[in-house]
């Protein structure tokens, strides 16, 4: 028993050498035993068996009650496999008085190897060293940062390191002299419990190498007045660094959130910066992260995405989808129940007309689109084949015959009737002369009728 509380108080040498950890510090009347042990505690431990009866009592937590617990041989109490609800203090009375009491401390298992970063968020600042443990760390764990220059034969000296239950890990404090910002430092870290004690690999760090900005803060992403393409971003400096003695420079990253890559814009001094190529009518994921105006450390963690879209006319006619842009495909669905119908076609409402769509877009049933559409093409069609039909007619000549070529006829006015031949023997119009007369007066087989030839009734006639 004694040489496992022996062996659970020392602590392993450093590999650098840095020195061993301190023993914890035990009271006289204080027992350590790790989980799942056999303890054995006497009363008193070292003197002769009281007289009379030997009991054991355990003090509650609460202190409102004890647990009384009959001894064993000698006067001593055997607890197996114990648990951390077995720690507490036990009296031991002999006929009612009491006679010894001991502290019982069950520590988990020996802790875990740390695995530390240190950073310092600002020249002014601290550096801070930080792990946190896989399992919670027992009440009596204690941890210590050990640090030592680097090549040199100072001695190690020893940080102090806390346990923070809300955040579930260690910190340990590092102060470093603004001359020293570039020395390098050797440190290490050690733990110990009542089970055991682990140390870390060691670390050469230097107060500029671990220098690491907090992310900016207050981003914002805003439209520029009558600018489309456009978008000001806008950030503040994160509150641990004071912008009046150290100086930021900064990157700012963005996209669509229709695509899903970056687009970066690095070394920028101020605290915003206004995008000229944005994409129009889309909303824009928007980060910032900054870094040492020198370039010492690393860059920051990326802020919080801010989202924002460019600035959008509010007067213009909004359709569903930008089908004309030319960053955009097309997302008119012409399959789908609906179709909005821009300004001027069929189905919107125009200046003097009215109908069940207003002035800004509505959405007309596809089948009324196409149903107005085809009943156009129909009616341009059938107006082609009238005007087709009636051009052929316009050439042609009264019952299909044409005009015959070279032959001129003259117009013959009507003649009216003698006065001593009846109306129904005056022929209206003269007959055709025969295909043999010369047409010339007084020739054979030709009638006279004067110096006028009736024969082309194509003037007399009007196609129908």
């Known amino acids: 028993m004694w040489a496992l509380r022996a062996a659970g108080l020392l602590c392993l040498l450093l590999a650098a050498g840095l020195g061993p950890c301190p023993p914890p510090a035990l009271l006289p009347d204080t027992v350590l035993s790790p989980v799942g042990g056999n303890v054995t505690l006497h009363c008193p431990p070292g003197r002769p068996e009281p007289s009379g009866a030997v009991s054991w009592r355990l003090e509650s937590q609460a202190g409102s009650r004890e647990h009384v617990r009959p001894a064993g041989p000698g006067g001593s109490l055997l607890l197996l496999r114990v648990q951390l609800n077995d720690s507490g203090r036990y009296s031991c009375y002999a006929d009612g008085c009491l006679v010894q009491s001991l502290r019982l401390l069950v520590e988990a298992e020996p802790p875990e190897p740390p695995s530390f970063s240190c950073a310092r968020r600002s020249p002014a600042k601290d550096v801070l060293c930080e792990w946190q443990p896989q ?79 907090d992310p900016p803060g207050s981003v914002r992403a805003e439209p520029v007045e009558r600018a489309p393409q456009k978008l000001r971003v806008a950030w503040t400096y994160p509150p641990s660094w004071d912008p009046r003695f150290y100086r930021l420079h900064f990157q700012v990253r963005y996209r669509a959130e229709r695509s899903h890559s970056y687009t970066e814009v ?17 909303r824009h994921r928007v980060q910032v992260r900054a870094l040492e105006e020198f370039g010492h450390g690393s860059w920051s963690e990326w802020s919080q995405e801010a989202v924002g879209t460019p600035w959008a006319d509010p007067s213009d006619v909004q359709l569903q989808t ?21 300004l001027g076609c069929p189905g919107s409402s125009t200046e003097g007309e009215t109908g069940p769509a207003d002035g800004d877009g509505s959405a007309v049933p596809l089948s009324t689109f196409l149903v107005t559409g085809g009943s156009l093409l129909l009616g341009i069609a059938l107006l082609a084949g009238i005007l087709v039909r009636y051009r052929k007619k316009w050439r042609r000549g009264p019952l299909g015959q044409g005009k015959a070529s070279g032959v001129h006829h003259a117009l013959v006015p009507l003649a009216p009737p003698s006065p001593t031949s009846p109306l129904s023997e005056a022929p209206l119009l003269s007959p055709p002369a025969s295909p043999g007369s010369s047409g010339c007066p007084g020739s054979p087989g030709s009638q006279d009728f004067g110096p006028f030839d009736v024969t082309n009734m194509d003037y007399l006639l009007v196609p129908q």
């Open 322 to 342: 930008d089908a004309y842009g030319s960053q955009f495909p097309s997302d008119y669905e012409f399959y789908g129940e609906t179709f909005t119908a821009p």
């Open 135 to 213: 399992r919670r760390p027992s009440p009596r764990t204690r941890a210590v940062l050990w640090v030592k220059k680097w090549l040199s034969g100072d001695n190690a000296t020893e940080q102090q390191c806390r346990y923070f239950p809300k955040a579930e890990k260690f910190t340990c404090r590092l102060r470093v002299p603004p001359s020293e910002d570039d020395t390098l430092l050797l440190v290490s870290v050690s733990v110990r419990n009542g089970a055991g004690s682990a140390t870390s690999k060691d670390q050469v760090i230097s107060a500029n190498r671990v220098l690491k900005p």
């Open 266 to 282: 690095d070394q920028l001094r101020d605290v915003s910066l206004v995008l000229h190529d944005a994409w129009q009518g889309a």
